[in-house]
């Protein structure tokens, strides 16, 4: 079984801080890896795609991936309550389009 | 643009009834994923298309559920019969370029079986 763990949370952290988000994968074949946002009653939205180990950053959001340790991880700078939501890590491996999604991690920000 | 197009929105039956999801992909997108989302199991992928052509349909949880793609513009879920345990969120996404992994969700039908 291809799993993507995420502590469910939830997260909460003030106005401002810097929000951590943690992701698990135990594909050794995945290798792009992309973090989606969901608000409650909505869809899913891709906010952050990552192939590469290393960092990559995108205004408040860096993606972080270390396939040595099969770990990716999201941080958002400054955050705002707009950024409340469920986030949600998943892998994809080279051959074939699916997506494996993890459960999420539900994200609060406080003013 | 008019995004990935879902309904119902909503959709309440009985135990036993048939239940028929339906999607429109964003035109131009050749890929076509279902999932499913509970919030014991997360986002289910139960089958994708590409080019109108089921690719994986592995997800799918058993003969009950169906899936179909007659055109590029179109496709539907199809639970028969349904049961309590089929309750859940159902999305359709597209990709114009699914090795991107970049997925247009719909808005999702919200399915509840009494």
């Known amino acids: 079984q291809k799993e993507v763990e995420q502590n469910s949370g939830p997260l909460s952290v003030p106005e401002g801080a810097i929000a951590s988000l943690n992701c698990t994968y135990s594909?050794?074949?995945?290798?792009?890896f992309f973090w989606y946002r969901q608000y409650s009653g909505k869809s899913p939205e891709l906010i952050m795609f990552?192939?590469?180990?290393g960092d990559k950053e995108d205004g408040r959001f860096t993606a972080q991936l270390n396939k040595a340790s099969q770990y990716v991880s999201l941080l958002i700078r400054d955050s705002q309550p707009s950024d409340s939501a469920t986030y949600l890590c998943?892998?994809?491996?080279?051959?074939?389009?699916?997506?494996?999604f993890g459960k999420g991690t539900s994200l609060l920000v406080t003013p | 643009d008019a995004g990935v197009i879902q309904s119902p929105r909503h959709e309440v039956t009985e135990m036993g009834q048939e239940v028929t999801l339906r999607c429109k992909p964003i035109?131009?997108?050749?890929?076509l994923f279902w999932y499913r989302q509970t919030m014991m199991r997360g986002l289910e992928l139960l089958i994708y298309?590409?080019?109108?052509?089921?690719?994986?349909d592995s997800g799918m949880p058993e003969d009950r559920f169906s899936a179909k793609m007659p055109n590029a513009s179109f496709s539907t879920l199809k639970i028969q019969p349904s049961e309590p345990r089929d309750s859940a969120v159902y999305f359709c996404?597209?990709?114009?370029?699914?090795?991107?992994?970049?997925?247009?969700f719909g808005e999702g039908s919200r399915l509840t079986v009494l």
């Open positions: 990552i192939y590469s180990n």
């Open positions: 996404a597209s990709s114009a370029q699914p090795n991107t992994g970049e997925l247009f």
């Open positions: 594909d050794r074949g995945s290798q792009s």
């Open positions: 035109s131009g997108h050749n890929s």
């Open positions: 298309f590409n080019n109108n052509v089921p690719i994986d």
């Open positions: 998943a892998a994809k491996a080279n051959s074939g389009y699916a997506l494996n």
